[in-house]
Nanobody
Framework: QVQLVESGGGLVQAGGSLRLSCAFS????????MGWFRQAPGMEREFVGV????????YYADSVKGRFTISRDNAKNAVYLQMNTLKPEDTAVYYC????????????????WGQGTQVTVSS
């Protein structure tokens, strides 16, 4: 069974940066496509970005394109989300997710989820 544990969230001022990490365990990491999603209070959970198992393909939501970067380290069983130029509207709980299969932006296609980490951006 896949287990995902996010870390790195916190409070940051607008314009600042944070790096989220997601530790993967329980299965063979390089078999999995990894995604990041976020959920603001009262809102649906939304796609942020995704990275292929090999790391050679990434896709981002338009709202974060050019500011956020996903990467993975298959030797460390970890995926990262570097968030730069943060805005108050980026405030949300950020979730790491995993799936076996091609990259997709559809949250229902991801079978495993972490517990989330809170990111708060102050204006």
């Amino acid at each position: 069974q896949v287990q995902l544990v996010e870390s790195g969230g916190g409070l940051v001022q607008a314009g600042g940066s944070l790096r989220l990490s997601c530790a993967f365990s329980g299965r063979t990491f390089y078999s999995y496509t990894m995604g990041w999603f976020r959920q603001a209070p009262g809102m649906e959970r939304e796609f942020v970005g995704v990275i292929s198992w090999s790391g050679d393909r990434t896709y981002y939501a338009d709202s974060v394109k050019g500011r956020f970067t996903i990467s993975r380290d298959n030797a460390k069983n970890a995926v990262y989300l570097q968030m730069n130029t943060l805005k108050p509207e980026d405030t949300a709980v950020y979730y790491c997710a995993a799936r076996v299969g091609p990259t997709t932006t559809t949250k229902s296609s991801f079978s495993s989820w972490g517990q989330g980490t809170q990111v708060t951006v102050s204006s």
